[in-house]
């Protein structure tokens, strides 16, 4: 069973910047493949980002391209997400999940966090 917990998120204006953290425990996180999502109030949870456990395979969703970054220490168990030239669109929960795929697909992800909230005012 592996554990994952989200921290880092916060309020900032547009144009800001955010690191999030991922913590897994519980599990062999070098073979888990990590993803971020995200959801909007009433919006349905989206993908954002994705990296395979060796870093060889990196995915994007277009929304946030060119403007996050997500990255993994294997020494840490620990997956982070920097954003950069966040937008008030970017606000939501963000999720960190891990799976045995690397896809947009969130159903494909076994494990997931709680959430932190990011939100980028105007």
């Known amino acids: 069973q592996v554990q994952v917990v989200e921290s880092g998120g916060g309020l900032v204006q547009a144009g800001g910047s955010l690191r999030l953290s991922c913590a897994a425990s519980?599990?062999?996180?070098?073979?888990?493949?990590m993803a971020w999502f995200r959801q909007a109030p009433g919006k349905e949870r989206e993908f954002v980002a994705a990296?395979?456990?060796?870093?060889?395979?990196?995915d994007y969703a277009d929304s946030v391209k060119g403007r996050f970054t997500i990255s993994r220490d294997g020494a840490k168990n620990t997956v982070y997400l920097q954003m950069n030239s966040l937008k008030p669109e970017d606000t939501a929960v963000y999720y960190c999940?891990?799976?045995?795929?690397?896809?947009?697909?969130?159903?494909?992800?076994?494990?997931w966090g709680q959430g932190t909230q990011v939100t980028v005012s105007s």
């Open positions: 999940a891990a799976g045995s795929i690397v896809t947009a697909l969130r159903g494909e992800y076994d494990y």
């Open positions: 519980g599990g062999t996180f070098r073979t888990y493949n």
């Open positions: 990296i395979k456990w060796s870093g060889s395979i990196i």
